[in-house]
């Protein structure tokens, strides 16, 4: 009994790999934040949960509460309707949140772009493994003789691996070219 039959749930070791990788790449972009960096991630995290949205309702029905209630009770309210400070309490708010989420995103951005580059970097690699494969097979075809021998174009083709700089050229030229206008046939 092999060890991957002994225990079916474990991954292999090329998962284990790319699994750690990942989690390295993770933990690298997380000890590059600078203090500032994870104070805006600590406070943003506070800040994105229905506990928050809670919070806010309360405090600004809270607000509108004791302002009305002032009034009844003879006090002069703090701040009568229509609620100018509270309007400008909650627009500060709101420029502190968006600075914030800004803030954040653009931190996310970074690893989500290294994300992207490793795939894309996987898929070139793949891609150029997938041709070896099949250039290898196409030699053993040809070299076997059970197989009868025969010109298969497709499979020569697909044995080159791609150049990836004229794939990008290519991908250029196909979003500059206008795309073709149909137009409704004219009555005679």
Not at 29 to 56: E, K, Y
Not at 62 to 82: C, K
Not at 100 to 123: C, H, K, P, S
Request: charged fraction near 25%; charge should be negative.
């Amino acid at each position: 009994m092999t060890e991957t039959d002994a225990n079916p749930q474990s991954p292999s070791i090329h998962v284990e790999q790319t699994i750690e990788a990942i989690g390295r790449m993770h933990a690298e972009h997380r000890a590059t934040a600078t203090r500032h960096q994870r104070a805006v991630d600590r406070i943003t995290s506070l800040l994105d949960g229905p506990i928050f949205i809670a919070f806010l309702t309360v405090l600004v029905l809270a607000w509108l509460f004791l302002n009305s209630v002032a009034g009844r009770l003879g006090l002069g309210p703090l701040d009568p309707p229509p609620f100018p400070w509270l309007s400008d309490a909650l627009s500060l708010v709101s420029l502190y949140l968006v600075v914030l989420i800004l803030t954040t995103q653009r931190r996310d951005d970074r690893l989500a772009q290294r994300r992207e580059l490793l795939g894309l970097e996987l898929a070139i690699l793949s891609e150029q493994k997938i041709a070896k494969v099949i250039a290898l097979l196409e030699e053993m075809r040809r070299d076997s003789p059970q197989i009868h021998n025969r010109v298969d174009e497709e499979a020569d083709s697909m044995a080159q691996p791609a150049d990836p700089q004229s794939v990008i050229e290519a991908t250029k030229e196909t979003r500059l070219e206008p795309a073709p206008v149909s137009r409704p046939a004219e009555s005679g």
